[in-house]
């Protein structure tokens, strides 16, 4: 089969032409200079571009994602590792990465779409996408310099090595600042000490972005991003976590015991590591909001075959109109959340618009639909919903994941609401 690198050897497209003056469009927004967010020569793909690439990503789960791998992904909580390169194969792992270390440099608009679809047929290996394309491969892409990008980014973009991100720990979650991992200046490098937790592709990551306070009294600004190898002595998983849902995507404990990290593997300066995680965070919060997306259309494709198919009294459910009520319900959140995350992507990749509020609004009101819309999938199933045999619950737990993880809900809610104080501060004087 054709990879997906093969769609986009043609010609370059003109710039997309704002007819609105910048000043007037942008006066009354939050927004930030994102021309660095994108790849070298990046060019926004076309709507024809879009559906083709789903189309393609569409082919591929179909064969290497089909329900029955899912299922056992779920069952086993064990991710079917000679996945990262077929992944890499079909040229999903560098969205929006340089064409010179292998990436398609796309943008953002098809990194969701490719987020979407592979969570559509797996949540979970979704899951584990985005936390290697996108919060590995893209801070190595944003932060990284020539040499570090030449070093990492082609095993990473062909699934010949693994990527993860290490900032929560147990008693820091959402509170960067309480992290208490510390990374001490030696002759050559820093030392590395303390826990990492939750992390996605922990177990078996060969390249990990691990933030560490390097100068603790400063609060955030004493804090480095570090690019560490799985190679690296004192590095270590000390378990994987059985979760409730995501099983599959494989979730753990780092340790760093004194882990010597040489100065040429710190990512971004020394002290601006919340500069570092605040250069993606917001796209990250974005590409993830695909992810419930992808769980929406899951529940569709179970539910509305099963609703017409399963008869009562003589006539299919769906011909009920409490039914078509909630099939109702259940479309049109998808398309609203659909149209959001979208939208937002489109204002990153054609205008260089970043609007805090949206990432993290996109994501919030994604993942809520997303549970709403699993647990219509099992009511509607009825007692096929509450057994193993039909994927419904799967489902369930996977969203619930979203409400929880990269941000709780309730952290959203700050995050837009901070965002507005911020663009809002004249008004108070």
């Known amino acids: ?136 491969v893209n801070q190595l892409q944003l932060n990284g310099n020539p040499d570090q990008k030449q070093k990492f980014l082609p095993g990473l973009i062909a699934g010949t090595s693994i990527g993860a991100l290490a900032m929560s720990e147990s008693g820091a979650g959402s509170d960067v600042i309480g992290m208490r991992t510390t990374a001490k200046a030696v002759d050559g490098g820093y030392i590395l000490n303390g826990t990492k937790m939750w992390i996605t592709n922990g177990p078996e990551a060969d390249v990990v972005v691990v933030y560490a306070k390097t100068e603790p009294d400063k609060g955030s600004k004493g804090i480095t991003a570090f690019i560490v190898q799985k190679e690296f002595e004192g590095f270590s998983c000390a378990r994987k976590l059985d979760k409730m849902g995501m099983r599959g995507s494989n979730t753990g404990e780092l340790i760093f015991d004194g882990v010597f990290v040489p100065k040429e593997n710190v990512l971004g300066e020394v002290n601006r590591g919340v500069k570092v995680l605040m250069e993606g965070l917001d796209l990250e919060r974005l590409v993830l909001s695909a992810g419930p997306l992808g769980i929406m259309q899951a529940a569709m494709d179970v539910t509305l075959p099963f609703t017409h198919q399963r008869k009562q009294f003589g006539t299919p459910i769906a011909h009920n109109q409490l039914v078509q009520g909630k099939l109702a319900d259940m479309y049109t959140k998808l398309q609203a959340a659909r149209s959001y995350t979208y939208d937002t992507a489109r204002k990153i990749d054609e205008m260089g618009q970043i609007r805090t509020q949206d990432c993290a609004g996109a994501i919030m009101y994604a993942a809520e639909r997303a549970t709403e819309c699993s647990l219509d999938c099992i009511q509607l199933l009825g007692g096929m919903g509450y057994v193993e045999e039909m994927p419904a619950s799967r489902l369930l737990r996977d969203a619930k994941l979203y409400e929880i993880g990269a941000g709780t809900t309730e952290i959203r809610k700050i995050v837009i609401g901070r965002a507005f104080n911020k663009e809002y501060s004249s008004y108070a004087s």
């Open 1 to 136: 089969m054709a990879t997906v690198r093969c769609l986009w050897s043609v010609p370059a497209r003109p710039a997309l032409q704002l007819r609105l003056k910048p000043q007037f469009l942008l006066s009354t927004i939050q927004q930030r200079n994102a021309s660095s967010k994108h790849p070298k020569g990046f060019e926004p793909p076309t709507y024809a571009d879009l559906s083709e690439l789903r189309e393609r990503v569409q082919e591929f789960t179909r064969r290497e994602i089909p329900e029955k791998v899912a299922a056992k992904t779920d069952k086993s909580n064990a991710f079917p590792n000679e996945m990262w390169q077929k992944l890499g194969e079909a040229g999903f792992l560098g969205m929006t990465a340089d064409e010179d270390v292998g990436g398609l440099a796309m943008g953002y608009q098809a990194h969701c779409v490719v987020m979407e679809e592979i969570s559509r047929a797996s949540g979970s290996i979704g899951l584990s996408y985005a936390a290697h394309s996108q919060l590995c």
